[in-house]
């Protein structure tokens, strides 16, 4: 899990990895087009004699973000010039630095940067099909993706049962316009809710928003119909008018596409590094 969690943080953040540095630019933000006439072998620097080509500052920042998509012939204008600078600045400092690279240390270091292109890499190379996502979708959507049943309603809540039983009686036999029509005016009457004011009508509601009795009255309900009996609640007894109701509530497919996609791209990467696990004869000597 821990292999995985890292994979997916460091190729989600890839994307947006150099996306804020020009904040200081004037009109930054007016300007989304790439800089022309730049290629691989363009020279967009030159350090004590040595050129510096968009090839180098490409390969730089790939290997920082471990996004091989990312090439300074994509990005904005305005954001060359910084990222050629952060170029620079390491290629200046890297004489000095060199004999680092000598240390055990640096190999250390090295070899785990070798693993975190190499994942990069392999993530890159997998292929997931849309058939194969929107089976995992299919297969899991009554266990993932499912979403709170919406019910559109009015209700009239009083203290009193014997009340709101009268008032029931005086809705039977009602249907449609009718029904909305005098239920709306007792409810301006009768309710002591605060949607009186407006018939008793509560809206599109998620059905976990309102108390379990409530709720479980008003999915019983067919669009249309009310309550035969007074619903008891803490609040007092409630007469509720079903208006609408919206139960098939699955997340749409679309919305979740992206995610399953790199979701199963991460899984079948860490099965790859479970089965090198599995294969590797690895003892550890310390408790």
């Known amino acids: 899990m821990i292999k995985k969690l890292l994979l997916t943080t460091g190729l989600t953040l890839s994307v947006f990895a150099f996306a804020g540095m020009g904040h200081g630019s004037k009109g930054a933000t007016h300007n989304m087009a790439p800089m022309k006439n730049l290629t691989s072998s363009t020279v967009v620097a030159e350090v004590n004699g ?3 080509t968009v090839k180098d500052v490409n390969a730089y920042m790939q290997g920082m973000t471990k996004d091989f998509r990312i090439r300074l012939q994509d990005l904005p204008a305005q954001h060359v010039k910084e990222f050629v600078e952060k170029y620079v600045e390491t290629e200046k400092y890297y004489a000095k630095a ?26 890159k190379k997998i292929k997931i099909s849309d058939k194969e996502v929107k089976a995992f979708y ?4 009554e266990l993932y993706y499912k979403t709170t049943p919406k019910l559109k309603a009015r209700h009239i ?3 009193d049962k014997k009340l709101a039983e009268k008032l029931i009686s005086e809705l039977k036999g009602l249907k449609g316009k009718a029904l909305e029509k005098k239920f709306a005016e007792l409810a301006k009457k009768y309710s002591i809710g605060p949607s009186k004011i407006d018939g008793g009508e509560l809206g599109f509601f998620n059905v976990k928003d309102m108390v379990k009795e409530f709720s479980d009255a008003a999915l019983k309900l067919k669009k249309g119909e009310i309550t035969s009996k007074p619903v008891q609640t803490r609040f007092g007894y409630h007469i509720i008018l079903l208006e609408d109701k919206d139960t098939n509530n699955f997340i749409p497919y679309k919305e979740l596409k992206g ?9 079948a990467l860490d099965n790859e590094l479970t089965n090198i696990d599995k294969s590797s004869n690895v003892k550890i000597l310390v408790k």
Request: glycine share 0%; proline share 4%; no cysteine.
């Open 50 to 52: 040595n050129k510096i």
């Open 98 to 123: 060199k004999p680092i690279t000598k240390t055990p240390q640096y190999k250390a270091l090295m070899k785990k940067i070798a693993v975190d292109l190499w994942m990069a890499q392999e993530y």
């Open 138 to 141: 299919d297969k899991n959507k």
């Open 157 to 159: 809540v009083v203290k």
């Open 259 to 267: 995610q399953i996609h790199a979701y199963l791209t991460s899984q």
